[in-house]
């Protein structure tokens, strides 16, 4: 069974709409993080939580909001979208702390598409 | 900015072995890990180092040597189910971000 849930797996989206990517884990980490690949990119950060806090923000993008309703949760709203937001976003966890953060267990992702 | 670079592809042969190198330009220096990727999958950890030298854990082995900014991950007896691509990210200290590189494709031939 998945440990780290993100939903849905895939989206379509439209020019300038609003979506929402839900992740859940269940590894019992105090860390989430949201990480961005585009194709024949490197994997990008984008926003880091420890213990539902905001830690580390790389998006210069106000659009990119992540929000944390549960200690298990990250999800990432994103406005006015598109098309080069266009990815696979990847919702990550890890034990908060020094040592965890240096293994990051990957979510299956969902791959956007803003046409 | 944070650079960390990987050979865009590498080829070798089932039973022998391949070297995946990764080199880093970081503003500090807080670890380096590899993560193994399919295509269409997430992101998988293979291993951590922070120390120089070489780290063997079977299959899987790591280098590291801090002055040069250099890493490898060494696969040995390769499978063709080795065929993956392989990421090499440095944390810095005082941020909780890992620095990726863009992958190295393996492919692994009969």
């Known amino acids: 069974d998945p440990k780290i849930i993100q939903k849905p797996k895939y989206l379509v989206a439209v020019t300038g709409s609003e979506k929402i990517l839900i992740c859940e884990q269940y590894?019992?980490?105090?860390?989430m993080y949201w990480y961005r690949q585009s194709a024949k990119k490197p994997l990008e950060f984008m926003f880091s939580y420890s213990y539902q806090k905001l830690m580390d923000n790389q998006t210069a993008s106000s659009r990119f909001q992540p929000q944390s309703s549960k200690k298990n949760h990250l999800d990432l709203q994103i406005t006015a979208l598109k098309p080069d937001d266009s990815a696979t976003y990847f919702c990550?966890?890890?034990?908060?702390?020094?040592?965890?953060?240096?293994?990051?267990?990957f979510g299956a992702g969902t791959r956007l598409s803003v046409l | 900015g944070q650079g960390v670079e990987q050979p865009d592809n590498l080829m070798s042969v089932e039973g022998t072995f391949a070297r995946v190198n990764c080199t880093y330009s970081?503003?500090?220096?807080?670890?380096l890990s590899w993560y193994q990727q399919r295509e269409g999958h997430a992101p998988v950890f293979l291993s951590y180092?922070?120390?120089?030298g070489l780290k063997d854990s079977g299959h899987f082995s790591t280098f590291l040597s801090r002055s040069n900014g250099y890493s490898y991950l060494l696969l040995t007896e390769l499978q063709i189910k080795d065929s993956a691509s392989y990421l090499c990210?440095?944390?810095?200290?005082?941020?909780?971000?890992?620095?990726f590189g863009s992958g190295t494709k393996l492919t692994v031939e009969p």
């Open positions: 180092v922070v120390l120089d």
């Open positions: 990210a440095v944390r810095v200290p005082n941020y909780n971000v890992l620095y």
């Open positions: 970081t503003s500090g220096f807080n670890g």
């Open positions: 990550a966890s890890s034990q908060a702390g020094q040592g965890g953060q240096n293994t990051l267990y």
């Open positions: 590894l019992g980490h105090n860390a």
